[in-house]
């Protein structure tokens, strides 16, 4: 099946269930599809604790858990599986000049080295923070590597660890989403971005077919961030889909923990239980007032206890909360509110996959549709990065009759 087919399929089977994945049980204490598929809700809520968490970070098993009743899972799963990368490093690793890198890092920069293989042209690494993944490059297939990155402290950092391995490594300190981002893109290259943000990789890719770029390497991330608060497709066949996208639906495609220390998984619950605890608060208290969305707070703030947060919070948004006699039935209401919201959203955690896929099919299309040969792979295993899609576009060289026609 080709890349058209698959996102026009795609599309069509997300539309289908669109009841099921845009309603956020956060939000929502009953959301629509529970009365839709009673069975499947009651099985929800009879699932344990240990139970949850191994379904949320094992997408197969919650497929085979939850397929009985929504018989497209399977299809959405195929429609998203993509080949192996491969590939091999050109010469040993000089250990030395990375020392410094955490391991899970590294680890993905090494994945995404592999799987690209020689550059096609100098490189242009894009959003670069210290360079590490030009500086790789460079040191292992000897090409010029120019690396761009907004921030002027990491491009100093990026510098001196490129001076100290003797790497023609040069830093650009420049913002990618500035119209003059464009300059640093030329034909005569090869593009890649690493975990590019939204509205950062999605530049990337326009500059590039803009100036013809003869090869463009990238994991996209972060779909959400950007500045359009409904998605704009960037092929033809995207906007033919229909599927239209808030910054929130956008944000699904990201929501996975596969790589979450556990003292981070402890306090993402303490927090969503207390921000449910504090909307439970209000819808008792003050219904006019429901929480509309609290400001994320410092994790530190967690420590102070439920009562501190709920002032903070309504303080934020300039309530002042009646008498509470009793905060902990309001915690305790949080957290029971929570352990419902996890149940529900393994089902809504099932279109993750697909949505993302949706997403990275429609610049898949868009470079196709500009005259670029592309591949989707995986450059590295979930438990390494769940971001793991690699698109990698070389611009297609037109032939000789097709080149005289184009100068006659």
Same mark, same amino acid.
């Given at each position: ?44 809520? /009879? ?14 098993? /919650? ?76 040191? !292992? ?15 100093? *950092? &990026? ?5 100290? /391995? ?12 500035? *119209?003059?981002?464009? &300059? ?32 463009? *390497? ?17 092929? *033809? ?98 957290? !029971? ?33 500009? &005259? ?37």
């Amino acid at each position: 099946m080709s890349y058209p087919q698959r996102l026009e399929r795609l599309s069509t089977l997300l539309l289908r269930h669109q009841n099921v994945w845009r309603a956020n049980p956060f939000r929502e204490q009953n959301p629509g599809w529970v009365h839709q598929y009673p069975e499947l809700a009651a099985r929800l809520n /009879a699932l344990n604790d240990q139970t949850v968490a191994k379904l949320d970070q094992c997408p197969d098993a /919650a497929l085979a858990a939850f397929e009985d009743w929504l018989p497209d899972l399977r299809e959405l799963s195929a429609l998203c599986e993509v080949p192996e990368a491969g590939g091999e490093l050109a010469r040993d690793i000089d250990s030395r000049q990375f020392s410094h890198i955490p391991g899970r890092k590294w680890t993905q920069i090494t994945a995404f080295t592999r799987a690209v293989g020689k550059p096609a042209g100098p490189v242009l690494e894009w959003c670069a923070g210290k360079g590490h993944l030009g500086r790789l490059i460079h040191q !292992q297939f000897d090409v010029n590597v120019v690396s761009l990155e907004w921030n002027a402290d990491l491009c100093d *950092s &990026g510098n001196q660890l490129a001076q100290r /391995a003797g790497l023609k490594q040069r830093f650009v300190c420049g913002d990618a989403l500035a *119209s003059e981002s464009a &300059g640093y893109v030329q034909a005569e290259q090869h593009a890649v971005a690493l975990h590019a943000c939204g509205d950062l990789h999605g530049t990337l890719l326009q500059h590039a077919v803009a100036k013809g770029t003869r090869a463009v *390497s990238i994991s996209p991330c972060c779909y959400h961030l950007t500045a359009k608060a409904v998605y704009q497709p960037f092929s *033809s066949q995207g906007q033919q889909a229909g599927l239209s996208l808030s910054r929130d639906e956008l944000r699904i495609a990201v929501q996975e923990t596969a790589t979450a220390p556990a003292r981070v998984q402890r306090l993402r619950t303490t927090e969503m239980s207390f921000r449910l605890g504090y909307q439970a608060l209000l819808e008792a208290t003050l219904p006019q007032h429901r929480d509309d969305g609290v400001p994320s707070c410092a994790k530190q703030r967690l420590g102070e206890g439920f009562e501190a947060f709920c002032r903070w919070a309504a303080e934020q948004k300039g309530l002042d909360l009646p008498a509470v006699k009793d905060w902990g039935h309001w915690e305790r209401q949080g957290l !029971q509110r929570w352990q419902t919201v996890q149940r529900l959203n393994l089902v809504r955690g099932l279109f993750r996959r697909p949505l993302e896929t949706f997403l990275v099919l429609d610049r898949v299309c868009y470079l196709q549709e500009n &005259g670029y040969r592309v591949a989707l792979n995986r450059f590295a295993e979930r438990h390494v990065t769940p971001r793991n899609l690699l698109i990698q576009a070389e611009r297609a060289e037109p032939t000789p009759l097709a080149a005289c026609a184009n100068r006659d």
